[in-house]
């Protein structure tokens, strides 16, 4: 039972990384800071929302995206104010431009050349000549060799 409760308490534990004196007064904003706060990375963690994570930086960027929030920003406001100060690498999911773009295209592209060099390489091979034989002075000579 006391392996059970263990299990449980571990699966849940991203459920309370917010602390409820994180929490806003107002449900909608607490609402919109709990969504805007799901697709932000903590700096610490890898691949970790700051929802999730119990980490100190991720309270702080918590509570700062709280304050944000309060004080009249949109949610693209508030976010873009996170992005200015900790980089694009905050955002779990990246804008799909600029020098973002060339990581984006850079594996179907990359597939795409391994496929054609592939094909490339096997039609190659379906046309390459059977290798010739030798002839019976290169077969003795052959032996020749081998023997000494």
Do not use: H
Not at 37 to 59: F, H, K, M, W, Y
């Amino acid at each position: 039972m006391k392996r059970l409760i263990l299990i449980l308490t571990l699966l849940a534990a991203p459920v309370w990384a917010v602390q409820p004196d994180e929490v806003l007064d107002d449900p909608a904003l607490e609402e919109r800071a709990r969504d805007l706060s799901t697709g932000l990375r903590c700096p610490v963690c890898q691949n970790e929302s700051i929802d999730e994570s119990n980490a100190g930086i991720s309270r702080d960027l918590r509570i700062l995206l709280r304050e944000r929030l309060v004080a009249g920003d949109s949610d693209e406001e508030a976010v873009q104010f996170l992005v200015n100060r900790y980089g694009e690498y905050i955002l779990l999911s990246p804008t799909k431009s600029g020098a973002n773009l060339v990581l984006w295209l850079a594996a179907p592209v990359l597939l795409l050349v391994a496929a054609g060099v592939g094909y490339a390489s096997v039609r190659a091979r379906s046309k390459a000549k059977a290798p010739e034989t030798l002839t019976d002075a290169e077969k003795a000579r052959l032996e020749e060799i081998m023997r000494s």
